[in-house]
């Protein structure tokens, strides 16, 4: 692979880096990559957002008024030079979702940085990257302007045909009432003439308004950015640390994430690149986690993940199997009520995931732990917290971890309901792709079990969440989103990086990886020891945990 054109770099580069401000008890490094592609198209580089100039920045960056705008060419070198000279180098990438607004990424970021330098004391060895690809916010202000201006860019923008339509449906609709409620006139025929006017115009326009909304809510435009601007820039950004960074030949750069909702998009399709299925080793059965000259995967974790079921199912439909096996560890933090995944993300995929069956088109980050037997079992019993698919033997002296995908289904409601068995057909001869990943079902989980309500949900211990019980949520919801400070509200979908526990998980996995985890739970001691103890934690905090068997091998005694 050719070293980058240095002044290809200065001229036409496809983000900024920035670094975050240190103190005294920084010992790893972080810095905030930006991607360059603006919001909308026409937006000129004078007229799109500048990160040096916000407050925000000045708050959180190392930026001066001399040079408010770092060369990402100098400070990829920067990162090279530590990365080269440290022991055992290693980069965690965060990337954000869906509607991220640019503050809401730096205080994420910041969030993480400030964590892993208070409770990670291992100097010289990480590297922290968080990144910004970009992403509009339906209401608050951005590039795009506020509300009022994004509703007026979408009905400007509407194509000439549907203008059309829009204005003689409304029209039409609108006389056709107004001659049926005022004039009384009418004979039988007219009024029939009228009526299928109303109700014909009354219709088109009703579709047009539906795609007005669509376009409002940035669903797929952020869509479109993600596969467009986010997934590409970083992989150039990736590449040029590849070709960058001098390391002997036996030592490797960790390369490991946490992605959270679209984010997880994101990362998925970047893997896949990094991975290249032209590449002879990805196509193996147990291919290595080397990838490039430098880098080599280490652990993935997807947080409320917004990518289709079907990533970690069998089949020819899949396009994660390959690259996933070449990550040391993967995670999956899930909950049956994410309220964005289950109604928004789906409503809005439901008009362009190609599957036959409303279950197939629910999100990963909805999958949840198996309470029922089977799609017609109506009666569903108490869930068992814990680590779920571990198998004890012999009076605890031996245990193993069954495969994970015999506990996983998908939940809409105590009458829909369909385990991974029964959704597509599957064989224990191979390794399955959900059998890659840990998971940790949120959805009843509380740090103090004393309190009455969850941390991602209304934690109602129930077999499902039904009708009834997501009206409720939905209000604890919205009690969150207009007051965050509010002891009876939830966030469904970022909560997870609220909880103690949730969010020691989420980093410490990234950073530490399992057995790093434990320790800093103070488990030690033989494997069956650690998982028993760590299955109690999860108990304490009613998590539902399938152990990946690759985390543990499976154990029997001699």
């Given at each position: 692979?050719?070293?980058?054109?240095?002044?290809?770099?200065?001229?036409?580069?496809?983000?900024?880096?920035?670094?975050?401000?240190?103190?005294?008890?920084?010992?790893?490094?972080?810095?905030?990559?930006?991607?360059?592609?603006?919001?909308?198209?026409?937006?000129?580089?004078?007229?799109?957002?500048?990160?040096?100039?916000?407050?925000?920045?000045?708050?959180?960056?190392?930026?001066?008024?001399?040079?408010?705008?770092?060369?990402?060419?100098?400070?990829?070198?920067?990162?090279?030079?530590?990365?080269?000279?440290?022991?055992?180098?290693?980069?965690?990438?965060?990337?954000?979702?869906?509607?991220?607004?640019?503050?809401?990424?730096?205080?994420?970021?910041?969030k993480i940085y400030e964590y892993v330098n208070t409770h990670i004391q291992q100097p010289n060895k990480y590297i922290f990257i968080g990144y910004r690809w970009p992403s509009e916010n339906p209401i608050k202000t951005d590039e795009s302007g506020n509300f009022r201006q994004k509703l007026m860019n979408s009905l400007s923008?509407?194509?000439?045909?549907?203008?059309?339509?829009?204005?003689?449906?409304?029209?039409?609709?609108?006389?056709?009432?107004?001659?049926?409620?005022?004039?009384?006139?009418?004979?039988?025929?007219?009024?029939?003439?009228?009526?299928?006017?109303?109700?014909?115009?009354?219709?088109?326009?009703?579709?047009?308004?539906?795609?007005?909304?669509?376009?409002?809510?940035?669903?797929?435009?952020?869509?479109?950015?993600?596969?467009?601007?986010?997934?590409?820039?970083?992989?150039?950004?990736?590449?040029?640390?590849?070709?960058?960074?001098?390391?002997?030949?036996?030592?490797?750069?960790?390369?490991?994430?946490?992605?959270?909702?679209?984010?997880?998009?994101?990362?998925?399709?970047?893997?896949?690149?990094?991975?290249?299925?032209?590449?002879?080793?990805?196509?193996?059965?147990?291919?290595?986690?080397?990838?490039?000259?430098?880098?080599?995967?280490?652990?993935?974790?997807?947080?409320?993940?917004?990518?289709?079921?079907?990533?970690?199912?069998?089949?020819?439909?899949?396009?994660?199997?390959?690259?996933?096996?070449?990550?040391?560890?993967?995670?999956?933090?899930?909950?049956?009520?994410?309220?964005?995944?289950?109604?928004?993300?789906?409503?809005?995929?439901?008009?362009?995931?190609?599957?036959?069956?409303?279950?197939?088109?629910?999100?990963?980050?909805?999958?949840?732990?198996?309470?029922?037997?089977?799609?017609?079992?109506?009666?569903?019993?108490?869930?068992?917290?814990?680590?779920?698919?571990?198998?004890?033997?012999?009076?605890?002296?031996?245990?193993?971890?069954?495969?994970?995908?015999?506990?996983?289904?998908?939940?809409?409601?105590?009458?829909?309901?369909?385990?991974?068995?029964?959704?597509?057909?599957?064989?224990?001869?191979?390794?399955q792709p959900a059998d890659l990943f840990t998971y940790f079902d949120c959805t009843d989980y509380k740090d103090d079990p004393q309190k009455q309500i969850g941390i991602v949900s209304d934690a109602i211990q129930k077999p499902a969440i039904n009708l009834g019980n997501y009206i409720f949520l939905t209000w604890a919801f919205?009690?969150?989103?207009?007051?965050?400070?509010?002891?009876?509200?939830?966030?469904?979908?970022?909560?997870?990086?609220?909880?103690?526990?949730?969010?020691?998980?989420?980093?410490?996995?990234?950073?530490?990886?399992?057995?790093?985890?434990?320790?800093?739970?103070?488990?030690?001691?033989?494997?069956?020891?650690?998982?028993?103890?760590?299955?109690?934690?999860?108990?304490?905090?009613?998590?539902?945990?399938?152990?990946?068997?690759?985390?543990?091998?499976?154990?029997?005694?001699?």
């Amino acid at each position: 692979m050719n070293s980058p054109d240095k002044k290809n770099l200065a001229d036409n580069q496809p983000y900024k880096i920035y670094e975050f401000k240190k103190t005294n008890q920084s010992n790893i490094s972080g810095y905030l990559v930006v991607s360059t592609a603006k919001l909308n198209v026409e937006t000129s580089e004078d007229n799109s957002n500048s990160y040096s100039s916000s407050v925000a920045n000045r708050k959180f960056f190392q930026l001066n008024d001399r040079e408010a705008e770092p060369s990402a060419q100098n400070i990829i070198e920067k990162i090279a030079k530590s990365l080269s000279s440290s022991p055992e180098p290693e980069i965690i990438i965060n990337i954000h979702g869906y509607s991220s607004t640019p503050s809401d990424t730096e205080t994420g970021c910041q969030k993480i940085y400030e964590y892993v330098n208070t409770h990670i004391q291992q100097p010289n060895k990480y590297i922290f990257i968080g990144y910004r690809w970009p992403s509009e916010n339906p209401i608050k202000t951005d590039e795009s302007g506020n509300f009022r201006q994004k509703l007026m860019n979408s009905l400007s923008s509407l194509p000439t045909l549907l203008a059309i339509n829009l204005v003689l449906g409304l029209t039409i609709s609108i006389w056709s009432a107004i001659i049926l409620l005022f004039l009384n006139i009418l004979s039988n025929s007219a009024v029939h003439f009228f009526t299928a006017m109303l109700i014909l115009f009354g219709i088109i326009s009703s579709i047009i308004f539906t795609l007005i909304i669509l376009r409002i809510s940035t669903y797929f435009r952020d869509t479109y950015r993600a596969s467009n601007y986010g997934v590409t820039d970083l992989v150039e950004l990736l590449r040029q640390l590849d070709c960058t960074v001098k390391l002997p030949p036996n030592k490797r750069i960790k390369l490991s994430f946490i992605s959270h909702s679209m984010g997880c998009f994101v990362v998925t399709d970047v893997i896949r690149i990094l991975s290249d299925v032209f590449d002879v080793k990805s196509i193996n059965k147990k291919p290595d986690s080397d990838i490039g000259n430098v880098f080599r995967l280490g652990r993935l974790v997807l947080v409320a993940a917004d990518i289709p079921v079907e990533s970690i199912l069998p089949g020819r439909a899949n396009f994660l199997r390959s690259s996933l096996r070449r990550c040391e560890e993967a995670y999956i933090f899930c909950n049956e009520g994410d309220l964005a995944l289950r109604f928004t993300s789906t409503a809005a995929n439901y008009f362009s995931f190609p599957a036959r069956t409303r279950i197939s088109g629910y999100r990963l980050g909805n999958i949840t732990v198996k309470h029922f037997n089977n799609k017609n079992d109506l009666v569903g019993y108490t869930p068992r917290y814990g680590v779920v698919n571990l198998q004890i033997q012999d009076s605890d002296k031996g245990y193993r971890l069954d495969n994970p995908y015999k506990y996983l289904e998908i939940r809409s409601s105590n009458r829909e309901h369909r385990r991974l068995e029964e959704i597509t057909k599957i064989s224990e001869k191979s390794v399955q792709p959900a059998d890659l990943f840990t998971y940790f079902d949120c959805t009843d989980y509380k740090d103090d079990p004393q309190k009455q309500i969850g941390i991602v949900s209304d934690a109602i211990q129930k077999p499902a969440i039904n009708l009834g019980n997501y009206i409720f949520l939905t209000w604890a919801f919205i009690r969150k989103s207009i007051n965050n400070r509010d002891a009876q509200g939830v966030d469904t979908h970022t909560g997870y990086f609220e909880g103690d526990f949730s969010q020691k998980a989420i980093y410490e996995l990234a950073f530490l990886g399992f057995q790093g985890f434990l320790r800093s739970l103070s488990i030690e001691g033989e494997e069956s020891e650690q998982i028993h103890a760590f299955s109690q934690k999860c108990q304490s905090k009613q998590i539902q945990v399938i152990l990946a068997p690759q985390i543990y091998q499976e154990k029997t005694p001699d």
